[in-house]
């Protein structure tokens, strides 16, 4: 079947959470003798010329996206070339994993791996557990396993010694791929104690198991013990009975025990009842009895029960402490009454007092007394002459005063053979009250508004907090024109306890600040002020700027199309911006494409449009984006880029290199992590690099260069930082000299120089430090102390701190991010983890039947479209690989050079912006 180029192989697929990038699959040889697949002498497989070519890494028609299994099964049905193809060339399942296997290793620069045995031994260790001294075992039998992908040769399997043997084995020399084979073990312990011993099982390719002998010689002796071995009663009240404590005794040795009995010096006061227990226990067996303490006198109890048998005898230690009957004991609640302030002539709310007898007797004679009576006033007495253990009963208390004045009294509650329980009372007996006006708030400020608008109104609460009407109550405002008032429901009285409101609103008249007053009077009393203040601003205006800009290409091969840089177009003004319109002066090879922006652009929103280079033909090319809109100015963004020939021709070296490094954002006088550069010689002879030059030197710097004579099919590279001397687009052109074709070439590298401004919230910062688990290639990372703590001493077993952390907010915030968790062990026995502060993207992954939602376990600043972040953050990279086997993979870092590492070690940077920017962590 044919597949012509005038139809891309549809790869690409949407991000997604289990990216895989080998699936299951093992055999990577089986994947490239698939891939290069011939019939009839000519390839008829994914290597044809007008496909995808002989090398994956080549990338034509997109097949690096075939490392995703699920991409080569939905190209094999969704594009026309290549429906049938599986069918026409007999391709398995299998086989499709085996191709994106080998396509993975390829675009790691990986040869297939080399198949090597692997051999292991179940069970290991072979434990014996107890065996009595003088019996032989049963025997435990061990596989032998080859999972390797070679024969294992030169097998060698040891014998053990006494007290273990080996009666039984099926294992050779030679040990096939996939193959197994079997011995048996006994043990027979000739003493007691515990025995270990290693059989070796060794051969060729490092196949060595150490597999481990265990088992422990008892003696057939009998040996009782009871649990627990003592009982402590505490304090119980003379004549009594405690509650029955239960024991257990068990026979732990090899043999019977007979003749047991029970000796009870204090059966009396510690009663034995509920035995289960004979004269005789088998070994391993076990039975139970019971012990309850009734003491005789008060003072302590003590005894000691003796078991004894053909055993050694067992003593359990009993104690308790007899106590005298209860009394009863009065209290009163609460112990105190605070009437506060009351109006001579009247009579408080009445309060309840509630009187309970805490002891375990009941109290006779009860009476209740009163120390004025004529102004803390007594009803509803609900207590009679006696009161019952735990029983209560209530009165009411009410305060009068007949002059102004602190007053106080008590209350006592008597009963026989005890002291009473008191109510201490206190109150102050006040004058007749008078009104009380108060405003709240207390000041309106009304901030920035602009000139010829009125801001909306602030609501002020009058409110009368006297105990009288306040009359001639008038409201008024020192500047009605700036500072207006409406809705006011005030009236010329206002009674005690009652509120009125007015509105206050702002219109400024000129661009300057305003200050006024609302004044509250009223007869007999001080006004009230409420302080009024405002700014009238200017009126609102748009203004857009873009970034990066300009934009160099650099080299592009004639023909080809570079990759796009997206353009962010941002309202920084306080208006909407209309009319936006777009010019292009070169279209023809400056291209446009997924232009979001709108004829309008509200104050503070963004747009993005990416623009591609396509040289027609070789030599310097430029254009101009101009971005018009109402009532401002014109944006202009300068392009640039060469175009250059074709493939050179043998035996000429040349470079490839990136066409722009963007920087995103970064506060101005301050750094950024370092970008490495990778240029690689792409042709047929070594290259000398010769210089690398930076034309804005002071702001993008050129660092840590290994670049000098790069062989052909090698690659060196350099670092490249920016620190944005001013706010605003910042660029420069790094200049590549060297004796290769296209030389000099040019990188062009952008970023935007950002104020300090207002830093992002820094409450509730905490560090979330990261693990990793070696058995399942897993990272995970938790600022949460509980979870800390158990991965660091081992209740979570095969975790490691790494030595990386970064930090993030634990609380939310305004312009934070909630980071949803996400855990799985849908993946056979592995685990795994994933991390995401996009909320359209975390309700995608909730509807996964294959992971569980844990909690949005932290906050963080969302990166911009361009995978900047604001001043005062550094970005978090993140990656993915499926190193597991099947099992998704993920791990976060706020360094370069791990993400670097990473990426070379075969994984995938998932985020925003060209470098993977997933969020953004305060510093």
Not at 448 to 456: L, N, Q
Not at 631 to 636: E, L, P, Q, Y
Not at 851 to 877: L, N
Request: proline content about 5%.
């Amino acid at each position: 079947m044919k597949c012509t180029p005038r139809l891309l192989l549809a790869l690409f697929a949407p991000f997604a959470v289990a990216w895989s990038a080998s699936g299951i699959a093992q055999n990577c040889q089986n994947g490239n003798a698939k891939y290069h697949l011939q019939l009839g002498g000519f390839a008829a497989s994914c290597s044809q010329s007008d496909c995808h070519g002989n090398d994956p890494r080549g990338d034509k028609n997109r097949i690096l996206a075939g490392a995703q299994v699920v991409n080569i099964e939905n190209a094999l049905q969704s594009v026309n070339e290549m429906q049938g193809l599986d069918t026409a060339l007999g391709l398995t399942p299998t086989d499709l994993e085996d191709i994106a296997f080998y396509i993975w290793h390829r675009e790691g620069n990986q040869q297939c791996p080399t198949a090597a045995p692997s051999v292991s031994a179940s069970p290991n260790p072979a434990a014996f557990g107890n065996q009595n001294v003088g019996t032989t075992s049963a025997g435990i039998t061990v596989t032998v396993t080859n999972s390797g992908g070679a024969n294992a040769t030169g097998m060698s399997y040891g014998a053990p010694s006494a007290p273990f043997a080996r009666t039984a084995n099926t294992c050779t020399a030679t040990l096939a791929a996939g193959a197994n084979c079997t011995m048996t073990f006994t043990f027979s312990p000739t003493a007691g104690g515990s025995f270990n011993q290693i059989v070796a099982i060794t051969g060729s390719g490092g196949t060595n198991v150490s597999l481990s002998l265990t088992g422990t010689g008892v003696s057939a002796t009998p040996n009782l013990q009871a649990t627990p071995s003592s009982a402590a009663f505490g304090s119980v009240q003379v004549g009594q009975t405690s509650v029955a404590q239960q024991f257990s005794l068990s026979n732990t040795g090899g043999a019977q025990a007979t003749g047991i009995s029970f000796a009870n010096p204090n059966s009396a006061e510690f009663l034995l009842s509920g035995s289960t227990c004979g004269a005789t226990l088998n070994a391993g067996a076990s039975c139970t009895f019971n012990v309850a303490y009734k003491p005789a006198a008060t003072g302590a109890d003590n005894a000691t029960l003796a078991i004894t048998s053909n055993a050694p005898t067992v003593n359990i230690t009993m104690t308790g402490a007899g106590t005298a009957p209860a009394a009863a004991a009065l209290s009163a609640t609460p112990s105190s009454l605070a009437f506060g302030s009351v109006t001579v002539g009247a009579t408080s709310a009445t309060k309840s007092v509630t009187v309970t007898n805490t002891g375990g007797a009941g109290a006779s004679s009860v009476a209740v007394g009163n120390g004025n009576a004529n102004e803390f006033i007594v009803s509803g007495n609900t207590c009679g002459a006696t009161l019952a253990a735990g029983a209560s009963c209530s009165f009411n208390v009410a305060y009068a005063p007949s002059a102004a004045g602190a007053d106080n009294a008590s209350i006592s509650i008597s009963y026989t053979g005890g002291l009473p329980a008191t109510v201490a009372m206190t109150g102050t007996g006040t004058a007749p009250a008078a009104p009380n006006v108060q405003a709240a708030p207390g000041s309106l400020a009304f901030g920035s508004v602009s000139v010829g608008t009125t801001a909306a109104a602030k609501t002020v609460t009058v409110s009368n907090s006297g105990g009288a009407s306040a009359t001639g109550l008038a409201v008024a405002s020192s500047d009605a024109a700036k500072f207006p008032l409406s809705g006011n429901t005030c009236g010329a009285t206002l009674a005690a306890g009652a509120s009125c409101t007015v509105n206050v609103a702002y219109a400024p008249t000129a661009a300057a600040a305003d200050n006024g007053t609302l004044t509250i009077s009223f007869s007999g009393g001080s006004p009230v002020a409420v302080t009024l203040s405002g700014t009238g601003t200017a009126a609102p205006a748009a203004n857009l700027s873009a970034a990066p800009a300009p934009i160099a290409f650099g080299n592009v091969t004639v023909g080809q199309t570079s990759a796009g840089t997206t353009v962010t177009v941002a309202n920084g003004g306080t208006a909407a911006a209309t009319n936006v319109a777009f010019a292009n002066s070169n279209a023809a090879e400056f291209a446009v494409s997924g232009n979001t922006c709108g004829a309008t652009l509200a104050a503070g929103a963004s747009c993005t449009f990416a623009v591609a280079y396509s040289p027609a033909a070789a030599g310097a090319d430029s254009a101009t984006i101009t971005i018009t809109y109402a009532g401002g100015g014109a944006v202009s963004i300068a392009l640039s880029g060469t175009g250059v020939a074709g493939t050179p021709p043998p035996g000429t070296g040349a470079l490839s290199l990136p066409a722009a490094a963007p920087f995103g954002s970064q506060t101005v006088g301050t750094a950024s992590a370092a970008q490495t550069i990778t240029l690689s010689n792409t042709g047929g002879a070594a290259v000398t690099v010769s210089a690398i030059t930076s034309s804005n030197a002071g702001e993008f710097a050129v660092s840590a260069s290994n670049c000098g004579v790069v062989n052909a099919g090698a690659s060196c590279s350099f670092a490249l930082t920016f620190t944005p001397a001013a706010a605003g687009s910042r660029s420069a052109t790094v200049t590549v000299a060297s004796n290769g074709a296209g030389s000099p070439q040019a990188i062009a590298a952008s970023g935007t120089g950002v104020a300090g401004g207002t830093p992002p919230p820094t409450g509730g910062v905490v560090t979330a430090i990261e693990y990793y688990h070696a058995d399942f290639d897993h990272y995970f990372m938790t600022h949460i102390a509980d979870e800390i703590t158990k991965l660091d001493d081992g209740t979570f077993k095969g975790w490691t701190r790494t030595g990386k952390s970064f930090k993030v907010h634990a609380d939310a915030a305004a312009g934070l991010n909630a980071v949803c968790r996400f855990f799985s062990t849908a993946f056979g026995a592995k685990s795994s983890h994933f991390y995401t502060p996009n909320a359209p993207e975390c309700d995608v992954v909730k509807a996964s039947p294959s992971w569980t939602f844990e909690a949005e376990v932290f906050h963080v600043v969302y990166p911009a479209f361009d995978g900047s972040c604001p001043a005062g953050t550094i970005p978090v990279f993140r990656m993915y690989n499926d190193g597991q086997g099947g099992a998704p993979n993920h791990r976060y870092t706020t360094e370069m050079a791990v993400r670097n590492a990473m990426l070379a070690l075969g994984w995938i940077a998932e985020g925003a912006g060209t470098i993977g920017v997933i969020m953004c962590a305060p510093q």
